[in-house]
């Protein structure tokens, strides 16, 4: 066994040295039964015996840490992977900044960072139980597979968070293992924990904007565990990073192929208004502006995963040196933020004001600005398709006080520029900004599955390049 080459003998594959640590293998052992019952329950529904083109992490080298293969997905082999031991890593911000990184869990802050890894552990079987329907109207192969691939890693992810708890927290990691296991996306009784994560993945736009703005929320919550004094989470929260682009490719690339083809529509057909939703709808394409109001859908959803504006338990997760910022090592500052402050939205008399307040206070609202700014990259590949067609039309994410369930904005209506409509005018405005019930049927009208080699359906443009630099018509699925 080494750390960048995984031990793939026994039933988990790992680099964390499980043969010599009977205790941990053991509990794994005895979860997985459990897990795989999850899966066969709660996985992609109707595709479990189909053979799926998936990569599989084989090392967490960087130059090259997948393989592809042909898996059926509940024989994929979901390990355990932590990237290299970084020597001498320091905790590189709160109180205990510049000490050694700990190995072992500070019993000081024992509970908070087991909330931190439940937390997140928690998101990740969530969208597997959310994008369970979603094979059934896949529109090709190609997008089929990658919605498996994420799906199996959303798996892995769990098995990391699991990992952790199991090996770290005793018996109460046992217990909070078993119960990632029991709670359901959307379940009435046992929820999971995180709104956004209790929300339905209705259709294929859906699951692209999820995977552009709530697996995006992902990567940011990682890119802060990464940075965490406790070096095991911070070496799994790494490996996990690198899985989480593909995630993200999927969710901005599809959206993409989604407006590259309604703009070919709309060109074919001599349209020039992006607002003649009829006249584009006709075309079996989804209409500039409904994506638009889906993106407004996701984005607002997802900036509740950052909580609230002023916020003790993040200040408290950064002082005990826990959960850093994104990219901690490229801030210049003192990486303790006991002084200085930081600019917030605020509503400040029924007002959407700015205002500094202590840094440390400050932190899920900095988190979430370097969300917003991401994904403001990702908006601009969609854009500059629209561009390259000439079709008067930007998408833009909404204001941040727009459509929000948590933090100081929950108790406002807002429209997309952050102005505050009365609960009259929202109700009578929703469906300008929010998909109504008449834009999800004609989605959905849309979501007829392609099977077929090479084939897609006619609501969205094929992908520059195949996965693995596959063929167009390549079969990513065989289905049994
Ligand atoms: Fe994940
Ligand atoms: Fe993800």
């Given at each position: 066994m080494n750390v960048i080459n995984v031990d793939y003998d026994g039933m988990i594959p790992n680099n964390v040295g499980l043969n010599q640590d009977i205790r941990v293998r053991k509990a794994l052992e005895k979860w997985h039964p459990g897990y795989l019952d999850w899966w066969q329950d709660?996985?992609?529904?109707?595709?479990?015996q189909a053979l799926v083109y998936l990569r599989t992490a084989v090392s967490v080298d960087p130059k090259g840490w997948a393989k592809f293969d042909y898996v059926r997905m509940p024989e994929y082999k979901w390990g355990i992977l932590l990237a290299p031991q970084v020597e001498d890593r320091k905790v590189p911000f709160g109180v205990h900044r510049g000490e050694k990184a700990w190995q072992e869990v500070p019993g000081e802050h024992r509970a908070m960072l087991r909330r931190l890894i439940v937390i997140q552990g928690d998101t990740e079987p969530a969208s597997v139980e959310q994008q369970r329907h979603l094979g059934k109207t896949a529109p090709s192969l190609y997008d089929m597979r990658n919605l498996f691939q994420v799906n199996v890693e959303e798996g892995r992810h769990l098995w990391a968070m699991v990992y952790l708890l199991q090996k770290y927290f005793g018996a109460d990691g046992r217990d909070e293992a078993e119960a990632l296991l029991q709670r359901r996306s959307g379940?009435?009784?046992?929820?999971?924990?995180?709104g956004a994560f209790n929300e339905k993945t209705p259709d294929w736009l859906s699951f692209f904007m999820f995977t552009t703005f709530t697996d995006r929320d992902g990567k940011m919550q990682l890119e802060a565990l990464a940075q965490s004094g406790f070096d095991p989470l911070s070496r799994t929260c790494r490996f996990m990073l690198t899985e989480e682009a593909h995630h993200m490719f999927v969710g901005e690339t599809g959206v993409t192929r989604v407006v590259e083809r309604t703009c070919q529509a709309m060109k074919d057909a001599g349209i020039d208004d992006p607002y003649d939703i009829e006249a584009v709808r006709r075309l079996g394409v989804i209409d500039l502006p409904t994506v638009q109001k889906k993106a407004n859908l996701h984005f607002s959803l997802s900036l509740d995963l950052f909580g609230n504006e002023i916020s003790t338990n993040a200040a408290n997760a950064f002082h005990a040196g826990l959960k850093g910022r994104f990219r901690e090592e490229r801030i210049?500052?003192?990486?303790?933020?006991e002084s200085g402050t930081y600019p917030v939205l605020r509503l400040i008399d029924g007002k959407i004001e700015k205002q500094d307040v202590p840094a440390l206070s400050g932190l899920n609202m900095r988190l979430r600005d370097d969300y917003v700014a991401d994904c403001n990259v990702g908006i601009g590949r969609w854009n500059r398709v629209i561009e390259t067609f000439n079709i008067p039309f930007q998408i833009k994410l909404p204001h941040v006080a727009f459509h929000r369930h948590i933090g100081e904005f929950s108790s406002v209506r807002a429209d997309v520029d952050g102005n505050i409509l009365s609960d009259a005018e929202w109700e009578k405005r929703r469906a300008e900004f929010l998909p109504s019930d008449s834009d999800r049927d004609f989605i959905e009208s849309l979501m007829t599955p392609q099977y077929e080699p090479g084939k897609f359906a006619g609501w969205i443009a094929p992908p520059k390049v195949g996965i693995d630099?596959?063929?167009?018509?390549?079969?990513?699925v065989k289905i049994a």
């Open positions: 709660m996985g992609p529904e109707g595709f479990q379940d009435a009784d046992t929820p999971r924990m995180l210049k500052d003192d990486h303790q933020l630099n596959k063929p167009g018509d390549f079969e990513y």
